[in-house]
């Protein structure tokens, strides 16, 4: 899962360590790497590869761990969410010490964030094996908090990467548009995502205004949103986007805007890869505060609360109210790396 991160996941560690990446064979190319890649023919078993080479190595450093399904639903979830488990456990008992686990929603770890007993019941077989380890990371600062707050271990080693980075060594030549282009960043989803504040409070100013959708479609999910913006100026893919089509489309956007639905537990148990994204390609954010309620962020970020702010945050900038003129240097990749090597104590 998440294979597009482990590019910067290795500059990351490869400044103290020799590192290598491992990934399923299908998905070899998605690293811009030449060296240093493994390819495994075992796609839905990578641990058991991990299980068979983890000795050469001082680290593991899961970019995902066992986190999907969030719980089992159907037969086939249920195998696959057991079989990771087992598998995972299996790794912990073999190398526990050198383990370092990436978490991606804290609803997936801890039984009390659900009211359901079923659900209640499989996120606690989880959370027990997770707290065999002792290295953790999580993908912002305020997720970091939480975790350090609910798991049950003080003895714990934790810290903060997030989805992307800030090269300061890469820079965009800005473009100028005679419309203000809106990059729209996620898979086209309507159930993670509200579009619905896009439509209606853009609407009056479509003209001025072009979005690309910086995600695949998802079947006739995405559809049924392409076509509620048939009046709109718009560009996407109907498939998903490779790492060079994201990037290419992501630097002719002027800003960039996340749609994500408050009650999908972003921000209070889940990141999004939003902030990464705009790190990654440079440009000013549009999201919502619940996403980020520290304001980690708030150099390269206007928040909006509700449909008017969002409203009046894009009058501003279509009025030249607002600059677009982002700042990442709390992001760049190198004093991260640091830091990132001090917290876990490696």
């Known amino acids: 899962m998440h294979f597009w991160q ?7 560690f490869s400044k103290n360590f020799d590192c290598n990446i491992i990934l399923p064979k299908k998905f070899a190319h998605i690293s811009s790497l030449k060296n240093n890649v493994i390819t495994s023919r075992l796609r839905y078993f990578m641990y058991i590869h991990v299980l068979l080479i983890g000795r050469k190595y001082d680290y593991i450093y899961l970019c995902t761990s066992p986190e999907y399904p969030d719980y089992p639903n159907n ?9 990771q488990l087992i598998f995972f456990f299996i790794l912990i008992v073999f190398f526990k010490k050198k383990i370092i686990c990436y978490l991606r929603g804290l609803h997936r770890i801890f039984p009390d964030v659900h009211e359901n007993y079923f659900i209640k019941f499989f996120i606690n077989i989880r959370y027990r094996i997770f707290k065999l380890l002792d290295i953790f990371v999580c993908e912002n600062k305020n997720l970091t908090m939480i975790f350090k707050q609910k798991f049950k271990n003080k003895k ?13 060594n890469i820079f965009y030549k800005k473009k100028y548009h005679q ?31 072009k979005i690309k959708f910086l995600g695949g479609c998802y079947k006739s999910l995405s559809e049924k949103v392409i076509e509620d913006f048939k009046d709109f100026n718009i560009d996407f893919k109907s498939r998903m986007l ?19 639905r408050e009650e999908k537990h972003y921000g209070q148990y889940k990141g999004t ?49 607002i600059k677009l003129n982002p700042k990442f240097d709390k992001f760049e990749m190198i004093n991260c790396s640091k830091k990132i090597i001090k917290d876990l104590n490696i």
């Open 179 to 209: 419309h203000l282009v809106i990059g729209v960043l996620g898979r086209i989803d309507p159930f993670r995502k509200n579009y619905q504040i896009l439509h209606e409070n853009l609407y009056s100013c479509k003209a001025k205004i």
């Open 273 to 321: 890869g939003s902030f990464g994204d705009a790190m990654y390609l440079q440009k000013t954010l549009i999201a919502p505060s619940f996403a980020d309620p520290i304001k980690e962020f708030e150099d390269f970020c206007h928040y909006y609360n509700n449909e008017a702010e969002f409203k009046h945050i894009f009058e501003k900038i279509l009025a030249k109210q």
């Open 75 to 83: 037969l086939k979830n249920t195998f696959i969410f057991f079989q």
């Open 6 to 12: 482990v590019d910067d996941i290795y500059k990351i």
């Open 242 to 260: 490779n790492e060079k089509e994201f990037l290419k489309m992501g630097q002719d956007c002027d800003l960039l805007v996340s749609l994500n």
């Open 156 to 168: 714990i080693k934790i810290t903060t990467i997030y989805t992307r980075y800030f090269d300061k």
